[in-house]
């Protein structure tokens, strides 16, 4: 007994659609990306920023180093100059040095202080002379003018002016002294107080530069992103075209039915190699396979 076949196809319009969006996709899929579109699609990293830069150098000088080298595509730190070494408190901390230990008053006495003994001296000086004319006249009242008693007097005033001028004498170096050292006391701790404010000052200008510079870095990394999402939609948009095409065939399509063979046959007789290759081909020509449908 013979093998009947029967083929259903589609509208002739519809056949020639599948194959027209068969022919652009297959052109599309075969067109690979450029490496300008490639690029462009390719995820990116957004470089150092001149204030995180600042920042960065900013930190560097406050631990004595010296001047930082950046990567002129990426920002980063590529190489560390030679600094001072001595990080930014330090000067502070070697002046409080200076002004301890048991010299550190010198540098902190009065330079008028010689000035200011030597015109008091004078002054009780001129006093004593005054007061040691008054013993003649004494002793001219009491009538030993010229005497032993006149001598043991004029001793003993001399003994106790010599006494008094070198108390006074004393008196004026200790107050200098007491001075210079409150000052170098008082220089120690203000010394010690700015290299405590130092690296705080310093701490909050290099937070400030480092928070602009991340929020710079945060915008540059939004924009390279949209414009690698703009890149992306740019190259998908022509799928998205042929998708909607193919769509809109399959929708077409969804009423015919499905592309293939009906076949009755003796059970004697079995289908030759060559109608199933024929069966395989026409069913992978029909647009109802292509399209799921």
Do not use: C, H, W
């Not at 589609?10 to 990306?33: I, N, W």
């Not at 130092?198 to 915008?219: H, M, R």
């Not at 095409?245 to 030759?272: D, E, K, M, N």
């Not at 190699?273 to 029909?286: D, I, R």
Request: charged share 10%.
């Amino acid at each position: 007994m013979a093998e009947t076949t029967t083929i259903s196809r589609p509208a002739p319009y519809l056949e020639a659609a599948g194959q027209s969006y068969l022919d652009l996709l297959t052109k599309r899929v075969g067109q690979a990306p450029t490496p300008q579109e490639l690029a462009a699609m390719s995820p990116q990293i957004a470089g150092q920023g001149q204030f995180t830069q600042a920042a960065q150098q900013a930190a560097a000088r406050q631990a004595g180093l010296g001047a930082l080298t950046f990567d002129p595509t990426t920002g980063a730190v590529t190489n560390i100059g030679a600094g001072t070494g001595i990080a930014g408190f330090e000067p502070f901390l070697q002046q409080a040095a200076a002004f301890s230990g048991p010299g550190a008053y010198q540098q902190f006495m009065s330079p008028y202080q010689q000035d200011v003994i030597d015109t008091t001296l004078a002054e009780f000086d001129r006093q004593r002379q005054i007061q040691a004319q008054a013993i003649p006249a004494a002793a001219i009242q009491a009538g030993a003018f010229g005497g032993g008693r006149e001598g043991v007097q004029r001793a003993e005033f001399g003994a106790l002016s010599d006494r008094n001028r070198a108390a006074l004498q004393a008196q004026l170096l200790q107050q200098g002294f007491g001075q210079a050292q409150q000052a170098a006391q008082l220089g120690f701790a203000q010394q010690g107080q700015l290299a405590t404010l130092q690296p705080s000052l310093a701490g909050q200008q290099i937070q400030q530069l480092g928070g602009i510079g991340t929020q710079n870095l945060a915008y540059q990394q939004a924009l390279l992103d949209a414009q690698r999402q703009a890149a992306q939609f740019a190259y998908q948009e022509p799928y998205t075209r042929l998708q909607t095409l193919g769509s809109g065939i399959g929708g077409l399509l969804a009423g015919y039915p499905q592309p293939g063979f009906q076949q009755t046959s003796t059970p004697q007789q079995q289908v030759s190699p060559l109608s199933q290759a024929l069966s395989a081909a026409a069913g992978a020509y029909g647009l109802g396979t292509l399209f799921g449908k």
